[in-house]
C-alpha cells in the first residue's frame, strides 16, 4: 500500500481532531441543531438540538489531506470538485433544517437536480479523459464496453445512490461518518 494513503489518512483524522472540537462548539452557538419531527420515535427526540453539518469538517480534512498529498492533478481537483459539491448540497440541507427550522431541509427534487449535475460533470470528465468505458462482470471474466450515454446514466446512478444511502442512515442515527 502506497504510504501516501496512510498518511493522507491520519492527517485527515488529526485535522478532524483539532478542527472538530472548535467546529461543534461554533454550531452550538450559533444554534445549528437538529429538529426533530413529532412523528419521530421518541428515541430520536434526544437528539433535538445536537449539532448537523458535520460533512464540513469531513469535507475539510479530506480535501486538505488530498491537497497535500495527491497533489494539484485533474483528476484529484475533479474528483474534489464533485466532493465538495456533494458536502455544498448536504450543507444546504443541514443548513435549512437549522437556519429555517424546516425539518425536511432541502427538497428531494432539489437535492437530486444537483447531484445529477455533479454525477454528468464526472460522467464528462472521465469520457473526455480517455478512460476505457467499460464494466467488468464480478466472478467472471467477462467486461462490457459502456456506450457514453452509458458511463453518464450509471456515473450518476452510482453518485446519487450512494450519496443518498449514506443520507438515509445518517438520518437514521447520526452515525454515517462510520458507516463511510
Not at 472548535?22 to 427526540?45: D, E, S, V, Y
Not at 481537483?77 to 443541514?94: E, W
Amino acid at each position: 500500500m502506497d504510504p501516501k494513503i496512510i498518511y493522507g489518512s491520519l492527517v485527515a483524522f488529526a485535522i478532524s481532531l483539532l478542527i472538530g472540537p472548535f467546529l461543534i462548539c461554533a454550531m452550538q452557538r450559533l444554534r445549528f441543531g437538529q429538529t426533530i419531527r413529532g412523528a419521530q420515535p421518541k428515541t430520536h427526540q434526544k437528539k433535538s438540538g445536537i449539532p448537523n453539518m458535520g460533512g464540513v469538517l469531513i469535507i475539510l480534512a479530506a480535501s486538505a489531506s488530498a491537497l497535500a498529498f495527491a497533489g494539484w492533478s485533474r483528476d484529484v481537483v475533479y474528483g474534489l470538485v464533485v466532493s465538495v459539491g456533494y458536502g455544498l448540497i448536504g450543507l444546504l440541507d443541514d443548513f435549512i433544517i437549522a437556519v429555517k427550522k424546516r425539518s425536511l431541509g432541502l427538497k428531494a427534487r432539489h437535492k437530486l437536480v444537483g447531484q445529477a449535475a455533479l454525477g454528468i460533470l464526472l460522467a464528462l470528465y472521465l469520457l473526455e479523459s480517455g478512460t476505457n468505458p467499460s464494466l467488468y462482470i464480478p466472478f467472471s471474466t467477462w467486461t462490457v464496453q459502456l456506450a457514453p450515454w452509458m458511463v453518464i446514466g450509471l456515473t450518476v446512478l452510482v453518485l446519487t445512490g450512494s450519496s443518498n444511502a449514506v443520507n438515509f442512515t445518517d438520518g437514521l442515527d447520526g452515525l454515517a461518518a462510520g458507516t463511510s
